[in-house]
């Protein structure tokens, strides 16, 4: 039976009791630096595979590395909800350090391990894979070979990763340090006060046009001042990279981005020419947006701008029973999935200072279960951004029953099944509009989207790639990379905006995460991705849901090429598939252009 009342506190209690001093999570690191210790020390007499008898031997060290990596796994997402849930926790900082250095020296040990395999003689490795017990992980096996045949020698790997420790992961720490510290004035029903980064970030919806254009500033002002910190921050971030890509004889910086993405460049290329080519809609709906607010042209602080104060807005409550009532109506696993998720308290999502900027969802393996976190103020966006994170631990859900090592899916995948669940939501939401004002403010909020998925992310996809060439070449100081954000912006968003957002490189955290290279791309992937797959649910009803988990279930164990060819049957190399998802986002502009004509 279903709670009445749901939680808008996460509870970690039932993970590691104690919080960031908990006696347990101390244990567990222990146990886990000993695992990692006795499987580096293990790898040193291990050999090469000879012949096919070897199989126990590789399936054993196989294992090991299994176990510590969901062990490992368990811990780094303890220690990101203990940061996100408190910024001034500074034992969850040290905890933090300790997760690096254990992730480093498994990391070490397991590129051994990899090194190792990729010798094997290729007869030897084929018989080895018609072994029961490795057959299942084929895919990934043959994986981690051409990686491993991709790389330096295992000694040049180790000091690698031992280096970026103190070097590549220090710089992406410091600067959440730097950003958790600061703080930005504004002025709030007349009252001064401080704000987090986070909460301005809240305020960009602001529906006064003054707080808007004040918070904008204060945040400008706020990057402006720290500018060089955050240069000297991402020029050594991308110096670190470029160095280690040079010296294993990779000249494309997309190649470590694709391959993690297990996609190819030319998918990637039809992807993008596909939304350059059909940006004009979008334009549209961004001059109609300026003049429905007495502007020439959108100002960046006006894009998330409220254009009705008939905004629906619901409770904590509300929106979650909301989310369950619609994702029934697509099937009922993700209805379930998603009451459980609310009845046992895996979402902290209550609106207090001190908290983490963003969303995100996170898994315990060893548990079987997730936690999300964000922070809920009652808007129809709010409500779609809580279903895209439940999207994501409804992925995690339905592969508990596979294989740990296929169970690791890209990100471009991982955006799918949440970017479904929030489609789910939000087309709901416009159905169920009880005004033109509440559907035209909800149609707005589907059209925000994909401008953030056509021409934001497309905005952060072209600069970083730019400043990637250039840095080639040496430091990229502030102003250029100034220069490079506002070429990008204007560019992407197909010259509607009056004044860019120039310090965007120095604010968005994606451009400082160090586990996943070029963190943008994969976002529009899914979104387009998870239209098509929305599509054929629309078609088919809750019979589709079964075929649904299905794809989940396939996406961490073949390229995206096959995996769509195979559950949609369509090649996502030609711009024709792409176009079929930007042509359903056109349907919302037409709508909205109709409603404000």
């Known amino acids: 039976m279903s709670k009445t009342n749901y939680s808008e506190v996460w509870d970690l209690e039932s993970i590691f009791p104690g919080g960031s001093q908990s006696p347990e999570f101390h244990h567990h690191l222990e146990q886990l630096s000993s695992m990692t210790d006795n499987f580096s020390k293990e790898l040193q007499a291990f050999e090469t595979p000879s012949k096919s008898d070897d199989v126990n031997t590789v399936a054993d060290f196989i294992d090991q590395g299994k176990d510590i990596l969901m062990n490992l796994e368990q811990a780094g997402a303890f220690v990101s909800c203990l940061e996100a849930q408190d910024i001034h926790d500074k034992q969850a900082n040290v905890l933090r350090s300790r997760m690096t250095d254990l992730s480093a020296q498994f990391s070490t040990a397991f590129n051994i391990l990899q090194q190792k395999l990729a010798l094997t003689d290729d007869a030897v490795w084929v018989d080895l894979l018609q072994h029961p017990k490795l057959s299942e992980l084929t895919f990934v096996l043959n994986e981690w070979r051409k990686n491993a045949k991709d790389k330096l020698s295992e000694t040049e790997e180790a000091l690698i990763e031992s280096l970026s420790v103190d070097g590549y992961h220090g710089w992406g720490q410091m600067y959440d340090t730097i950003v958790g510290s600061m703080t930005i004035p504004v002025t709030l029903d007349g009252k001064k006060q401080e704000v987090s980064v986070g909460q301005a970030d809240n305020l960009s919806a602001h529906g006064d046009p003054e707080v808007r254009k004040e918070v904008f500033d204060r945040l400008e002002e706020a990057w402006s001042e720290k500018e060089e910190l955050f240069a000297k921050t991402l020029n050594h971030m991308a110096g670190f990279r470029l160095n280690v890509y040079e010296r294993r004889g990779w000249d494309d910086v997309l190649k470590e981005p694709l391959e993690y993405n297990r996609m190819k460049k030319s998918t990637l290329n039809a992807m993008w020419n596909a939304i350059a080519k059909h940006k004009k809609p979008f334009a549209d709906y961004l001059n109609r947006k300026a003049e429905l607010l007495g502007k020439d042209k959108l100002d960046w602080q006006d894009l998330n701008a409220p254009l009705s104060s008939a905004d629906q807005t619901l409770s904590f409550q509300e929106g979650a029973k909301f989310i369950i009532k619609h994702f029934r109506t697509f099937g ?38 997730s936690r999300i976190f964000m922070t809920y103020n009652g808007s129809m966006s709010n409500v779609a951004t809580l279903a895209h994170e439940l999207g994501h631990a409804f992925h995690t859900y339905t592969l508990q029953n596979t294989h740990p090592l296929n169970r690791d899916y890209a990100m471009n995948v991982a955006e799918t099944a949440s970017t479904f669940a929030e489609s789910i939501v939000s087309d709901a939401a416009v159905q169920e509009a009880e005004t033109d004002e509440q559907k035209k403010s909800l149609l707005e909020a589907k059209l925000q989207r994909s401008v ?33 954000m506002e070429e990008a912006q204007r560019e992407a968003y197909a010259d509607t905006l009056g004044e860019a957002h120039p310090h965007f490189w120095a604010s968005k955290l994606h451009f400082y995460i160090t586990d996943v290279p070029f963190y943008n791309f994969p976002y529009t992937f899914g979104y387009l991705f998870s239209l098509s797959i929305y599509a054929k649910a629309r078609e088919e009803g809750a019979s589709y849901e079964e075929k649904y988990m299905a794809l989940l279930r396939d996406t961490a164990i073949m390229p995206v090429e096959d995996l769509v060819m195979k559950h949609l049957g369509e090649d996502i190399t030609k711009e024709a598939f792409w176009e079929k998802g930007i042509k359903l986002c056109m349907e919302d502009v037409e709508a909205f252009l109709k409603l404000t004509h």
């Not at 998720?341 to 969303?359: M, N, Q, V, Y």
């Open 332 to 369: 009922p696993n993700m209805a379930q999935f998603a009451e459980k998720a609310l009845d046992d308290s895996w979402i902290e999502a209550e609106d207090r200072p001190g908290k983490r900027p963003g969303g995100f969802c996170t898994s315990f393996p060893l548990s079987d279960q």
């Open 452 to 484: 953030a998925m056509f021409m934001n992310i497309h905005a952060r996809f072209l600069f970083e790639t730019r400043f990637y060439e250039e840095r080639k070449q040496g430091i990229v100081p502030a102003q250029r990379l100034n220069e490079l």
